[in-house]
């Protein structure tokens, strides 16, 4: 690659990133709204990119792997989460890819974590009665939510960010039972109780919060049986993947009440979920923020640039993906 780097990006990174790409990279100016694909391969086709940062606006499958202009090195993607890229497609025709691990295990467990605890204490609906103008003092038996202390989580995929939930977790006082394909070692487990099969796992659990990818394996994963087999009343969470959850069937377990509520950061169809969803008085629902703070934002930008940078120097990205 040249000196300075052509670069091409989705979107507008944070301010420190930006200030980085205008002193060290040879790029069009920020764009005001996301790229799709089309328009990114089409810019980056007009500044001869040698690097694509990428995100999930500017999805690339098989096919549009293939129209991928021949400049580009390397798709460098400032998520962690490889669910808009085919890998194996991209890498197949010799461009590398990398992602952004580690830099935002922690802001994703704390947004985990603040959706069981607002679940758990019906945080959406004491803001609504309190924006309602509030009025009247509660009754000491009215709008109850649940005490986290005391419970039992059950964390669905336990790679860095399941261990950061359970790491936060134990502060709260709750049990960690965690179901993974293999037990991990007893330092990654972060006190953790390994237990081998969810059927198992899942009656043991009045909160269960998943922390798996997005893939046509784990894709509808959680459905009626698999919400049946929590105890009445639990918790669900979800700060992965919206297509992990089949949501028929997590609407029918909160009408019902055998799930007492809801706290997701994600769902199938970004950003418009399915209307039923917003009905639910027992659902908490943040919109895909899980890495969405000035210091991971910027901590993901500047990772995407130094792989760019690596692969401009003529060595592998610093955090490659492989298929
Ligand atoms: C990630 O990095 O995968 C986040 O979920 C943003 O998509």
């Given at each position: 690659?040249?000196?300075?780097?052509?670069?091409?990006?989705?979107?507008?990174?944070?301010?420190?990133?930006?200030?980085?790409?205008?002193?060290?990279?040879?790029?069009?100016?920020?764009?005001?709204?996301?790229?799709?694909?089309?328009?990114?391969?089409?810019?980056?086709?007009?500044?001869?990119?040698?690097?694509?940062?990428?995100?999930?606006?500017?999805?690339?499958n098989?096919?549009?792997?293939?129209?991928?202009?021949?400049?580009?090195?390397?798709?460098?993607?400032?998520?962690?989460?490889?669910?808009?890229?085919?890998?194996?497609?991209?890498?197949?025709?010799g461009?590398?890819?990398?992602?952004?691990?580690d830099?935002?295990?922690?802001?994703?467990?704390?947004?985990?974590?603040?959706?069981?605890?607002?679940?758990?204490?019906?945080?959406?609906?004491?803001?609504?009665?309190?924006?309602?103008?509030?009025?009247?003092?509660?009754?000491?038996?009215?709008?109850?939510?649940?005490?986290?202390?005391?419970?039992?989580?059950?964390?669905?995929?336990?790679?860095?960010?399941?261990?950061?939930?359970?790491?936060?977790?134990?502060?709260?006082?709750?049990?960690?039972?965690?179901?993974?394909?293999?037990?991990?070692s007893?330092?990654?487990?972060?006190?953790?109780?390994?237990?081998?099969?969810?059927?198992?796992?899942?009656?043991?659990?009045?909160?269960?919060?998943?922390?798996?990818?997005?893939?046509?394996?784990?894709?509808?994963?959680?459905?009626?049986?698999?919400?049946?087999?929590?105890?009445?009343?639990?918790?669900?969470?979800?700060?992965?993947?919206?297509?992990?959850v089949?949501?028929?069937?997590?609407?029918?377990?909160?009408?019902?009440?055998?799930?007492?509520?809801?706290?997701?950061?994600?769902?199938?169809?970004e950003?418009?979920p399915?209307?039923?969803?917003?009905?639910?008085?027992?659902?908490?629902?943040?919109?895909?923020?899980?890495?969405?703070?000035?210091?991971?934002?910027?901590?993901?930008?500047?990772?995407?640039?130094?792989?760019?940078?690596?692969?401009?120097?003529?060595?592998?990205?610093?955090?490659?993906?492989?298929?």
């Amino acid at each position: 690659m040249a000196a300075r780097p052509h670069i091409v990006r989705s979107v507008r990174l944070p301010e420190a990133v930006e200030a980085r790409i205008a002193a060290e990279f040879d790029a069009p100016p920020p764009p005001d709204k996301p790229l799709d694909t089309d328009t990114l391969f089409r810019l980056a086709e007009k500044t001869h990119a040698e690097a694509m940062l990428v995100t999930h606006h500017a999805a690339i499958n098989a096919e549009a792997a293939q129209r991928i202009p021949s400049t580009v090195k390397l798709v460098a993607t400032v998520s962690v989460g490889l669910d808009h890229l085919d890998v194996a497609a991209i890498t197949a025709r010799g461009i590398a890819v990398s992602n952004t691990p580690d830099v935002l295990t922690d802001c994703n467990a704390d947004l985990a974590m603040l959706l069981i605890l607002a679940t758990s204490r019906r945080a959406a609906e004491y803001t609504a009665l309190v924006r309602a103008g509030w009025g009247r003092d509660l009754g000491m038996d009215e709008m109850l939510g649940q005490r986290v202390s005391g419970k039992t989580l059950g964390i669905v995929g336990m790679g860095r960010i399941g261990q950061a939930v359970a790491r936060r977790a134990r502060g709260f006082g709750t049990t960690v039972l965690y179901n993974n394909r293999r037990r991990l070692s007893p330092e990654k487990e972060e006190g953790a109780t390994w237990v081998e099969h969810l059927d198992d796992m899942l009656p043991r659990c009045q909160i269960i919060s998943l922390h798996l990818p997005g893939s046509d394996d784990t894709d509808g994963m959680v459905d009626a049986a698999f919400l049946a087999k929590l105890p009445k009343g639990a918790i669900f969470v979800n700060a992965a993947r919206g297509r992990l959850v089949n949501e028929d069937a997590l609407i029918d377990a909160l009408r019902s009440g055998h799930l007492a509520g809801a706290g997701l950061d994600v769902c199938r169809n970004e950003p418009h979920p399915d209307p039923r969803l917003l009905e639910l008085p027992n659902l908490f629902m943040t919109p895909h923020v899980g890495s969405a703070t000035v210091e991971t934002r910027t901590d993901m930008g500047m990772l995407a640039l130094d792989n760019v940078a690596a692969v401009a120097a003529g060595k592998p990205p610093v955090t490659p993906v492989t298929a």
